[in-house]
């Protein structure tokens, strides 16, 4: 190689360097205080120590590409009436090591019994995660209303957290007997490549929400108190496909396991849902609810949603109803649910048989 291509590279190197964010070092940046996060995102291993985040600001961590991040701490939201987020992470192939380490949304200063339907403007989502690799061990106390939505830009395994909202099932003075804590969902989902594992979820509203994307598996979770792990609310121009959700526990929860398309969503497609070993028990309105009237519970059903390939197969999903509840529901617009499904995996009992409209391709199934 020539002296002159030798300079040249060196000089294409530089410039590119100069151009693209900042190669970053490896060094420790640690997080004490809103004002040390540029700094600290700088380096490639990032600890953060306890500290309160001032009311109205997003503690917001842009990461360079294979980061560490460490919890030392706890991490508290001082409360304002905004729109949030109030946490937002980003950057690929990031290990996000939680130490058991909380995140306290102090839900009790915002909850009102009507999350974002109404009352007081809350921060939602509480949680943004829009990263690759590994996110793990992290605790969510109290969130104001919905706690995580997720959209990675590349494979990501989520496993070991807290959702602790169970100081949301009391009422409270502004929620009118009803339970204060409103449209907690766990976990919000449109993106692909996704795993969450071991995790623990007491909200009041879904568990998981998947509303669309590919290749989600949601294993060996427990939910308790919400409503139940969805596939939907399914809206217009959406696919979801390749889901598996398999060996949870839910606990006294509305439902176990729901899919829900809006009435009014057109040009739609869900595909390939799997669940196996699922377990429920004290379920107060419905062991497994598959319905296209979405808001409407078994209303007049849309059939712009073409849903297909719903499977209990695998392990036994055992699911146990309250006694004034129904154990299948399944409401399905006119020729939108096809194809032949096999439920042979499926024992639920307790309560009474719920309807199951306009539909005949449900195999190794009766109630
Ligand atoms: C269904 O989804 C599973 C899990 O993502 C995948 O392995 C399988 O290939 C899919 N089946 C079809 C027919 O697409
Ligand atoms: C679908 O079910 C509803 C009842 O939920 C019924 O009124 C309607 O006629 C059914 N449509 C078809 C095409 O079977």
Redesign the pocket.
Known sequence: MSPTFLRLSALLILAGAVVARPAARACTGTISSLDDVDDAVECTTVNINSFTVPAGETFNLDLADGTTVNMLGDVTFAVKNWDGPLFQVSGKDITFNGNGHTFDGNGPSYWDGQGGNGGVTKPAPMMKIKISGTYTNVKVLNSPARVYSVSNPAPLVISKLTIDDSAGDAPNSKSDGKAAGHNTDGFDCSTTDLTIEDSTIHNQDDCLAINKGSNIVFQRNTCIGGHGISVGSIDSDVTVSGIVIQNNVIQNNDQALRIKTKASASDSTVTNITYSGNTGTGLRQFGVLIDQ?YPDT?G??GNGVKLSAVNFVGSTNSLTVNSDAQRVAV?????SCTGTWDWSALKVSGGSAG?I??FSGIKNFSQ
Do not use: E, Q
Not at 331 to 335: K, V
């Open positions: 009237s078994l007049t059903p409401n399905c617009g006119s020729g309807p409209t306009n």
